[in-house]
């Protein structure tokens, strides 16, 4: 029998009626729905049993059509969905047995693949009332909660790493805390944040940045394992949720674990990719504190770990709330420092190697906070950046700078620092050129210092920048050479007038058993082929003086030659043209005698075992397990008379110099002199100086 006259009869008697004419269109309507497979019809009879199904579901699930007929129409269907919940409440069994009209049931087919239908069914009578079956129709689902499904993931993962999303960590940091009430336990939030990451997403592009927070992805699950859940909250940033984890060993354990693990170097592309991690870590306590508290907490232990050098951990300490609101409060006052007129520029000045004429000036800003006093810019500047003020102040210090330079006299030139927050401004060059402009400066009197940071975003605005800078006129010099993302290639390409070397390379360049000279000396190489100057930062004794005259480098400046100075005073220093140096600064540094010896350190009424590195009569580098306080007041006692009085002057973690109280005596160090042996006893020497 054909489709159509399945679908027409009505059971019975009923089914005897006679075709209309128009039965052969509705037919034709009937196979077009039906093959457009986006509905079927179905008819059972009294028992439940197939009598009618369109070949579409058939073929669907892999049967024949006739195969389907004679059976029951409940069968084909799963009575549980994915999950293993009852897809629905009322069956379609129920239905059928009941003999009652039905519409839009979801049911899954009972298949291998998934298949869902939405299912509209109504009994069938007689004109006598006598119950023949069901007739209905049905439409395909499938798709639609394929889609569903896929929203629901979405809406609970990470599209990128797979990882649980910022909702789903939320609400398991909800239950974790729920838990731990009523089980008297306490729970555990890791925040983690990638250090470096947007130096691989600035060289290599972000599809490399992708790959790499995928890798990372895989490593944070290994480390973390069964103890918690891994997600991410966005950008480089992680977060771990520990229900049951609140020992401070087991969390330091695992925190260095991960921070471990993420710092192994990962290969992207064929190229080698190093990162870090920084990990702030907050506890629950039994009391109020919301999910939401506990983030917050995680933050600023995070923020602690950033600001304590990066690649490490901190846990959350009460403190860190004041130390968050004094941040809050210092953004608040450097908002309104320009226009109150507290911020100042100094110059320190630059002076030739050779003749000690002063060259130049460096313009330095300072910020003079009305009831904290003088701020240092190591902490207010990268506030600045993270603010938006930096451009502002940036243009401030330049046009200041411009303005006192211009008083000076024509050979002597003025150095302005960029950040590289305000390299990116497209409007620099416009900027420069309406200071220069306005003030009447000469292009080549100024010199803008930038650091290698820049560079982290090789692109061609960077170049672009750079010839815009060079085409005014002006110079430019690379600051702070060595400390950072160093690269000779972009030595090549960018037309550098001057390299500044970092006082980092210059503080200890003295000592023989120093790299630091070989480095300078490379350096100084180095700028020479490239027709480029040399600036020698953070000289300070006459010994580093003499070091970097005799390495060659061209330029000199350091408290040797003067600190930074209001600016009446550079004028006046720049009118003279030279420096004389106190004689403080000329006297060369006391005799150092390098000697390991073991000593014992007596300090706030305990004893620690400390060891001798090198000693002079004014003091001495002491090494010790325990980091030492600067201005701590210690004995040492190294067997040399008895106990030396000292006060630590500064101090690098488990290694500090104390300046002794009192001038000692390097004589008393010295081995007493052997008796004389006779010819027979005496044996060869194989150790001289201090080694034995």
């Avoid at 925040?191 to 790959?211: I, M, Y």
């Avoid at 995928?214 to 490593?219: C, H």
């Avoid at 002794?660 to 042996?677: G, R, T, Y």
Wanted: negative net charge.
């Amino acid at each position: 029998m054909g489709s159509i006259g399945r679908i027409l009869r009505s059971g019975g008697g009923a089914a005897q009626e006679e075709p209309r004419p128009e039965s052969g269109r509705a037919e034709a309507l009937i196979q077009e729905f039906e093959s457009s497979e986006k509905g079927w019809f179905w008819e059972t009879t009294r028992d439940g049993t197939l009598s009618y199904i369109s070949d579409s579901v058939a073929r669907g699930l892999g049967r024949e059509t006739a195969d389907l007929i004679d059976r029951s129409f409940a069968d084909l269907v799963s009575s549980e969905s994915n999950d293993g919940s009852a897809t629905s409440e009322r069956t379609l069994g129920f239905y059928l047995s009941s003999h009652v009209a039905f519409q839009d049931l979801i049911v899954r087919a009972k298949t291998k693949n998934e298949i869902w239908w939405s299912i509209t069914g109504r009994p069938v009578h007689d004109d006598f009332g006598r119950f023949f079956g069901f007739r209905g129709f049905a439409s395909d689902l499938t798709k639609m909660r394929q889609s569903e499904v896929e929203l629901d993931r979405l809406a609970r993962q990470d599209s990128l790493t797979g990882l649980p999303n910022r909702e789903v960590l939320r609400r398991a940091l909800d239950d974790a805390l729920v838990s731990a009430v009523r089980r008297k336990h306490r729970c555990s939030v890791f925040l983690l944040d990638l250090d470096r990451f947007k130096a691989v997403n600035d060289t290599l592009g972000h599809p490399a940045g992708d790959t790499l927070l995928r890798l990372v992805s895989l490593r944070l699950r290994d480390e973390v394992g069964d103890m918690g859940q891994v997600g991410r909250l966005g950008g480089d940033e992680f977060e771990v949720v520990l229900p049951a984890t609140s020992s401070k060993p087991e969390l330091s354990k695992l925190a260095q674990g991960i921070i471990d693990s993420l710092t192994r170097p990962y290969t992207i592309n064929g190229t080698v990719v190093s990162i870090g991690a920084s990990v702030g870590i907050v506890t629950s306590d039994y009391d109020d504190r919301t999910s939401d508290d506990l983030m917050r907490d995680a933050d600023l232990a995070l923020y602690a770990a950033k600001a304590a050098g990066k690649g490490c951990f901190r846990f959350f300490e009460p403190e860190m709330h004041e130390a968050a609101r004094e941040r809050q409060r210092l953004e608040s006052d450097l908002r309104v420092a320009l226009e109150k007129e507290q911020l100042r520029v100094v110059f320190q000045p630059s002076v030739d190697a050779s003749s000690e004429a002063v060259t130049g000036f460096e313009a330095l800003v300072r910020w003079d906070h009305p009831e904290h006093g003088p701020i240092s810019p190591v902490q207010f500047i990268p506030l600045a950046e993270e603010i938006g003020l930096i451009n502002e102040i940036g243009e401030w210090v330049l046009r200041t700078a411009c303005e006192e330079a211009v008083k000076w006299p024509s050979s002597v030139n003025v150095a302005v620092n960029l950040s590289p927050v305000q390299f990116k401004a497209h409007a620099l060059p416009s900027i420069v050129r309406a200071v220069l402009s306005d003030t009447g400066l000469s292009a080549k009197r100024l010199e803008l210092e930038i650091t290698e940071g820049v560079f982290l975003n090789n692109d061609e605005h960077v170049h672009e920048m750079i010839g815009s800078l060079k085409a005014i006129g002006l110079k430019l010099a690379l600051d702070d050479f060595g400390t950072g993302y160093s690269s000779l290639s972009y030595l090549q390409r960018v037309p550098f007038d001057k390299i500044k070397i970092d006082r980092s390379f210059v503080q200890g360049a003295s000592d023989p058993e120093s790299r630091n000279a070989s480095l300078i000396r490379a350096m100084v190489g180095l700028a020479s082929d490239l027709k480029m100057q040399t600036t020698a930062e953070g000289v300070e004794t006459q010994d580093e003086l003499t070091l970097v005259r005799n390495l060659g480098c061209s330029l000199v400046q350091g408290y040797i030659f003067g600190k930074p100075m209001p600016a009446e005073d550079a004028l006046a220093l720049a009118s003279e043209g030279a420096i004389i140096r106190p004689d403080a600064h000329l006297t060369p540094r006391e005799p150092r005698m390098r000697i390991i010896r073991a000593a014992l350190l007596h300090h706030a009424g305990q004893v620690k075992g400390a060891r001798l590195r090198n000693i002079s009569s004014g003091g001495a580098l002491v090494e010790c397990r325990e980091e030492m306080p600067v201005g701590a007041e210690i004995k040492l006692d190294f067997a040399a008379g008895g106990l030396i009085p000292g006060k630590v002057v500064w101090a690098k973690g488990t290694q500090f110099g104390v300046q002794f109280s009192e001038k000692f005596n390097l004589k008393l160090l010295q081995p007493p002199k052997p008796a004389p042996k006779s010819p027979a006893t005496m044996k060869p020497n194989y150790m001289s100086g201090n080694e034995a």
